[in-house]
C-alpha cells in the first residue's frame, strides 16, 4: 500500500485527490493532510482518513488534536519509509520548498502546480537524478504529454502542443479588455479551480507557465513547444514525432483523470471520471492565440530565451499582479504591464540567478516580486 502526503489537501485539487484515493482505498491510505489555513475543512477530511497526521501552515491557536505535526515533524514524516508518494498541490511558489524536500528525500512526486517548475525546473529534474526521486506532472496538459511519450526515445519528438479552452475571454475585443472585472475573470468555461489559476487562465498566463513548464520537464527545444487554444477542452496536448504521426491525448476535464494516473503509473487506476462519448462529439477545433491580446506566450518565450533566472522573475511579476487585481488594486490589463515592466526592468539591469540553489532561488523571488510592487505602487 502506498502512504501519501497530500500538499494542499482542501484545494480543488487536493480534494480530488482524495476521492482518487478513497476510490482505491486497498492501494493508497493518507500519511498526512497538509493545508495552508482551512482547519475546519482538513479536520472533516482527517475523520475520514483516520490514519493521516495534520499540518497547517497558518493555524492560529485553535489547534487542540494530537493529530496536529509542526513543520519539523512534516519534513521528517516525508523524508521516512512511512511515505511513498507526495502530491503537491499548493498554489503558487509557495510549494517549492516541500517539493525540493520530497524530492531529495528520493519520493516519487506528483507536482500540480506550475509555478515550482517554472521556478526550479532544471534544478528540480536535477535533484531527481541525483535523488532516486520521480516527478510526475498531473496538471493535464503535461500529464498527458508524458502519458504519450512512454516508450518513445527522447530525440523522436518534433513537436509538443498544448491546449487551452481560451478562457473566458478569447472572443471578446481587445478593446473590451480594459473593462474586464474579476467577476468575470474568475468565470472559467470548463474547470473548475482555485481564484488564482483561474486568473492565469483568463489571461492565458497559465500557457506561458506550462510552456516554460514543459522545456524543463521534457528537456525540449522551447521552438519545439506551443499553445493553441482548444475550445472543446477534450483534447489536453498533441504530441508530433519525426515520422509525422500525432498522438492526441483526449479525456474529460476532471482533474481526477490525471492525478489517477500520477498515482497509479506505470499503472491505471479507477477513479470513477465520467467518458467522453465519441458519436456525441460534433466538433474538435483549434485557434491559433492571438498574441495581442494575450501577450503571456510571447513572455514565456522571451524568459526561455534569455533564462538566467528570468522565468523566476515571470512568474513572481504574475504573483503579485494576480494577487493585486485579486485584491481589486490593478485593472485587467495593467497585469500584462506589470509582467511586462519587470522583465524589462530585469532585462536592461542584467538582473540574473547568479547561483543555483534551493536557497538562491527563493532569495531571487523575493527580489523580483519586490521590484514587481514597486511598479505596481507607481500605478496605484
Request: aromatic letters at 6%; one cysteine or more; proline letters at 3%.
Amino acid at each position: 500500500m502506498q502512504k501519501v502526503v497530500l500538499l494542499g489537501s482542501t484545494g480543488s485539487v487536493g480534494k480530488s485527490s482524495l476521492e482518487v484515493i478513497e476510490k482505491n482505498k486497498e492501494k493508497y491510505e493518507v500519511a498526512c493532510l497538509v493545508a495552508l489555513s482551512n482547519i475546519e475543512m482538513i479536520k472533516a477530511q482527517a475523520k475520514r482518513h483516520e490514519q493521516a497526521k495534520i499540518y497547517v501552515e497558518k493555524s492560529g491557536n485553535k489547534i487542540s488534536s494530537n493529530k496536529f505535526i509542526n513543520r519539523n515533524d512534516l519534513l521528517k514524516l516525508i523524508s521516512s519509509n512511512d511515505v511513498d508518494t507526495v502530491i503537491a498541490a499548493i498554489s503558487g511558489s509557495d510549494g517549492l520548498e516541500l517539493i525540493h524536500h520530497s524530492i531529495s528525500s528520493g519520493k516519487k512526486v506528483l507536482i500540480a502546480n506550475k509555478e515550482p517548475l517554472v521556478m526550479a525546473g532544471e534544478f528540480l529534474v536535477n535533484e531527481a537524478k541525483k535523488h532516486g526521486a520521480q516527478i510526475i506532472p498531473i496538471d493535464s496538459e503535461h500529464c498527458s504529454v508524458h502519458q504519450s511519450i512512454q516508450g518513445k526515445k527522447e530525440n523522436s519528438i518534433s513537436k509538443i502542443t498544448l491546449t487551452c479552452s481560451g478562457g473566458p475571454f478569447y472572443k471578446l475585443s481587445k478593446s473590451k479588455f480594459k473593462s474586464i472585472s474579476l467577476k468575470q475573470a474568475l468565470k472559467h468555461p470548463i474547470w473548475q479551480m482555485g481564484r488564482k489559476i483561474t486568473i492565469d487562465s483568463s489571461t492565458l498566463m497559465n500557457k506561458a507557465l506550462e510552456i516554460i513548464e514543459a522545456k524543463y520537464l521534457f528537456n525540449e527545444d522551447p521552438n519545439k513547444i506551443e499553445a493553441i487554444i482548444h475550445p472543446e477542452g477534450l483534447i489536453h496536448s498533441l504530441v508530433e514525432f519525426c515520422d509525422g504521426t500525432i498522438l492526441a491525448a483526449m479525456a474529460i476535464p476532471d482533474m481526477k483523470i490525471p492525478i489517477s494516473y500520477g498515482l497509479g503509473f506505470p499503472d491505471i487506476v479507477e477513479n470513477d471520471a465520467n467518458k467522453i462519448n465519441l458519436q456525441q462529439l460534433k466538433n474538435l477545433s483549434f485557434k491559433k492565440i492571438d498574441p495581442h491580446k494575450f501577450p503571456s506566450i510571447d513572455f514565456a518565450y522571451f524568459a526561455l530565451n534569455h533564462e538566467k533566472g528570468m522565468p523566476i522573475i515571470l512568474n513572481a511579476a504574475n504573483e503579485v499582479a494576480v494577487e493585486l487585481f485579486m485584491e481589486k488594486k490593478i485593472s485587467f490589463l495593467n497585469i500584462y504591464k506589470l509582467i511586462s515592466s519587470t522583465l524589462n526592468y530585469a532585462y536592461k539591469s542584467n538582473m540574473h540567478l547568479t547561483s543555483v540553489s534551493l536557497e538562491s532561488i527563493l532569495e531571487f523571488n523575493e527580489k523580483a516580486k519586490e521590484i514587481a510592487l514597486n511598479f505596481a505602487a507607481k500605478n496605484i
